[in-house]
């Protein structure tokens, strides 16, 4: 049996979604930058995508933005704020992806910009204080980038109250959104925030695309420079099939948000149950246990050090069962990533990161606990 648990890694395509882009492939040939009669309905297609993506996120098709997926939008919105707004210190917090830490890093190595953390807890809570004091050292120009959700352990920031001290200290504030959109009702008219970042292939999209939303009062420099694409901000021919897709994959997934949400939610609730009362001595990180801070989609387990725990992630992918140590850039290899070390630094056991979708079943709960049965001595 093959047991995929690894959605936050990367979802299944849907059946629709691809039948939309194959006959769009096929249909829609050209330029949506050539002003004739085909070009015009290629580019009535994507600005109809940014339209359905731009009133259900309750923001103006103006201010969502194509790219090639979270990776791009994180570096997008980053490169381009610290450059436009002239910033001179970010603030982040040591458990963002990659994808925002390498690009500040490199502003911080390159353009003279400071970089500052914020405080999180053992599961990964912000220090909203600490965010407060830090942001009241600088007067101005300070970028704060912080997740909605984190992609290892499942965390859920309250962006809310980060954008709410963002303005009380007139400072710019990006979020990785890549672990929420199409997870969770997102209402960007009642938030103080300046871009968020998301990812098709999180919510049974394509792969390499994505969007980035950005206010009016951000207005930035262009990211990508050529043929004026996306209002100026990210030349280059738009991927139009996958914008498409991507578009699908985000009306099916807020149509049917509450349900599915529940659904999942229930899975990981009946695995946490098993897990408790098969194994001594397990833990979870990220507060994985309480759904309203936590992503129903993520549950991250600390098994204890044992002759198993070593090979446990090998040996359950023997089995049939997919899942991952923490990122999908930090599995396979055997060192801890960087979040699971800086929420839990004792830890030296084996931290497996179960990640769900509304395509998984409880049957498939059972088969993984059977496995981790044999497996685990
Ligand atoms: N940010 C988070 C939180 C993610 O989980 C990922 C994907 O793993 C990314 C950014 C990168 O997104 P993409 O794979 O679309 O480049």
Do not use: W
Not at 36 to 55: D, L, P, V, W, Y
Not at 75 to 94: E, G, V, W
Not at 128 to 142: G, I, V
């Amino acid at each position: 049996m093959d047991v995929y648990f690894d959605n936050a890694a990367s979802t299944i395509i849907t059946k629709e979604v691809l039948d939309e882009m194959i006959k769009c492939q096929k249909d829609i040939f050209a330029n949506p930058s050539s002003v004739h009669k085909f070009g015009r309905k290629a580019k009535t297609i994507i600005e109809n995508c940014r339209s359905i993506i731009s009133s259900k996120l309750k923001t103006s098709p103006g201010n969502i933005f194509f790219t090639s997926g979270g990776t791009e939008g994180d570096n997008m919105a980053i490169f381009s704020i610290a450059r436009s707004k002239k910033i001179k210190n970010i603030i982040t917090s040591r458990i963002e992806h990659p994808a925002v830490l390498q690009p500040i890093e490199h502003l911080m190595k390159n353009e003279k910009i400071f970089s500052h953390f914020v405080d999180t807890d053992k599961n990964g809570n912000i220090d909203y204080q600490h965010l407060s004091c830090l942001l009241s050292k600088f007067e101005s120009n300070t970028l704060v980038s912080l997740m909605h959700a984190n992609n290892e352990i499942g965390i859920i920031n309250d962006i809310k109250k980060i954008g709410e001290i963002c303005k009380k200290n007139n400072a710019f504030f990006h979020s990785d959104a890549v672990q929420t959109v199409c997870h969770y009702e997102i209402d960007l008219s009642a938030i103080y925030i300046n871009s968020i970042a998301a990812s098709a292939h999180k919510f049974h999209g394509p792969k390499g695309v994505g969007f980035i939303y950005l206010s009016e009062d951000t207005m930035i420099d262009p990211y990508i420079f050529g043929g004026g694409q996306e209002r100026n901000m990210r030349a280059g021919t738009e991927n139009i099939s996958s914008i498409l897709g991507m578009t699908k994959a985000f009306e099916i997934a807020y149509k049917n948000l509450e349900e599915e949400s529940k659904y999942i939610y229930s899975l990981k609730e009946y695995m946490v149950e098993k897990l408790k009362n098969e194994f001594s001595g397990i833990s979870f990180n990220g507060l994985s246990e309480f759904s309203e801070k936590s992503l129903n989609t993520v549950l991250s387990v600390n098994f204890p050090k044992s002759k198993s725990s070593e090979m446990l992630l090998f040996n359950l992918d023997i089995a049939g069962v997919m899942c991952s140590g923490g990122s999908a850039c930090s599995s396979g290899t055997q060192i801890k990533s960087p979040v699971l070390s800086e929420i839990n630094p004792e830890f030296d056991g084996k931290t497996v990161r179960f990640s769900f979708s509304k395509l998984n079943n409880i049957k498939e709960i059972d088969y993984t606990i059977s496995v981790l049965k044999k497996l685990i001595l």
